[in-house]
């Protein structure tokens, strides 16, 4: 399939996802995350998938100069990109059966934060930044931004991204436990492919019940995260990959997940 926003490429089994506007720091008109969703779609037995930007910014925030979120009532058209476009694409991240990686450089700015956040595991490059503006032009946070940081980061950090507007540098995304790892600017791509990589060759079908286990368990009560983990888990034991794993033990071998 070809697309206009995004590039979207298979490196053996990973599924690599460019936003490629560079031109415009990647500014995402409700398109692109179209894009991403028809890309995710198309997984064809891809096991993991990583997402970055091309250029020097991962995702500088929804395209508000590109005339679709200001069309007639811009309140109106603002509520639909949202809940048509971008809303979307970031619940298919989250339904997915396999694990996300992104790779930030520079800027991950409004909808591109939520972006990044999304992933199971953010890299970020050492110029890599998280900001939510939204306060500065009298907006509020989207694309779950709200959700994802409280969870994050707790809600004195979230509440200062949010309310204070201020950028967010990678190392101290990194200290506040927001992403997974800061890597310099040069090796950005290779090491955040190397982890993309690194989950393809895991045990698929237990890698998706944990993501998406944790995505239950934040909204759960304790007695609820268990059940839910004893169903994961039987669903995981009658997996080829968990017969693997034993046999692998038992041999004193490494396994070879097959992702079934």
């Known amino acids: 399939m070809t697309y206009q926003h995004i590039l979207s490429e298979r490196r ?4 690599a996802i460019t936003l490629n506007r560079p031109e415009r720091l990647n500014a995402a008109p409700p398109a692109m995350f179209d894009e991403i969703g028809a890309a995710l779609e198309r997984l064809d037995g891809a096991r993991a998938v990583l997402i970055g930007g091309a250029g020097r910014a991962f995702c500088s925030g929804a ?3 590109g005339g679709a979120l200001s069309a007639g009532d811009p309140a109106e058209a603002t509520y639909r990109a949202l ?3 971008y809303n979307p694409a970031l619940q298919a991240i989250a339904d997915l059966g396999v694990p996300v990686v992104s790779a930030v450089r520079g800027p991950a700015a409004g909808i591109g934060c939520s972006l990044a956040l999304a992933a199971d595991f953010c890299v970020a490059g050492e110029s890599g930044y998280f900001l939510q ?3 500065n032009i009298g907006l509020v ?3 779950g931004a709200s959700w994802m940081l409280a969870r994050l980061v707790g809600r004195a950090r979230a509440a200062e991204m949010m ?3 201020e950028r967010v540098p990678a190392a101290k995304a990194f200290e506040w436990g927001m992403i997974h790892k800061v890597v310099a600017d040069e090796t950005l791509e290779a090491e955040a492919l190397a982890l993309a990589e690194r989950l393809a060759a895991g045990p698929t079908v237990a890698l998706g019940l944990m993501r998406r286990g944790l995505a239950h368990a934040l909204d759960s009560t304790y007695a609820e995260a268990m059940q839910r983990e004893a169903e994961n888990q039987r669903a995981a034991r009658r997996s080829a990959d968990s017969m693997e794993g034993g046999m692998a033990f038992l041999e004193k071998r490494k396994p070879a997940f097959r992702g079934a």
Request: no cysteine.
């Open 133 to 135: 503006a939204f306060v």
């Open 141 to 143: 946070p989207d694309g």
């Open 63 to 65: 395209d508000v100069a």
């Open 83 to 85: 809940t048509e476009h």
């Open 12 to 15: 053996g089994d990973v599924l």
């Open 163 to 165: 309310m204070l507007g």
